[in-house]
């Protein structure tokens, strides 16, 4: 297994909760290490773009509204085969069927707000850090 970087954003419905330590906890619980890491309000330009993948799905604008509907933390998370490790510990998209103990089973209000965002793949991980990360803010 080799070391990977993804990304990771801990979205506003976690932010209004107070609950990044504890998101933070489960990541760090997992082996995966925080290498970069910073809260910031996203502008609508931003969320836009970074879900453009997701532009013709009939959720995107509401998508795009949530994510500017209060901060965020943009995260560079660093480990052994840590793509799929993250997503592990995330649990399915849809809270109803995240397994017990994951993020997302423990944390998220609906399949929107659903607290975490995960790079699904190490290809799209390069890209979404590069999205949000200058190569000198990471350190590891
Ligand atoms: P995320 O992993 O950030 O990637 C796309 C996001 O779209 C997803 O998490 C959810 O927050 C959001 N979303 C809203 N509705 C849906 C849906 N029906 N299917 C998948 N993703 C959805």
């Known amino acids: 297994m080799a070391v990977e970087r993804t990304l990771s954003i801990i979205k ?10 504890k998101i933070n906890a489960v ?11 910073k809260r910031t309000q996203l502008t609508e330009a931003q ?3 970074f ?3 997701h532009k013709e799905r009939p959720f995107y604008g509401e998508l795009v509204s949530f994510m500017i509907s209060g901060p965020v933390v943009l995260q560079v998370l660093e480990g052994e085969n840590a793509v799929a490790k993250h997503r592990d510990v995330m649990g399915a998209t ?7 103990g994951t993020v997302r089973a ?5 399949i929107e707000a659903n607290s975490v965002h995960g790079s699904d793949s ?5 890209n979404e850090i590069r999205f949000f990360f200058a190569e000198t803010e990471i350190v590891g």
Not at 12 to 21: K, Q, S, V
Not at 106 to 110: G, H, K, M, N, V
Not at 122 to 126: G, M, Q, S
């Open 51 to 53: 879900y453009a993948v």
């Open 47 to 49: 969320a836009g773009a």
């Open 106 to 110: 423990e944390f998220a209000e609906s």
């Open 122 to 126: 190490l290809e799209n991980a390069t």
């Open 12 to 21: 506003p419905d976690a932010t209004r909760r107070n609950l990044t330590g």
């Open 94 to 100: 849809d809270p109803k069927k995240a397994a017990p």
């Open 27 to 37: 990541f760090e619980d997992a082996g995966l290490r925080i290498v970069a890491q």
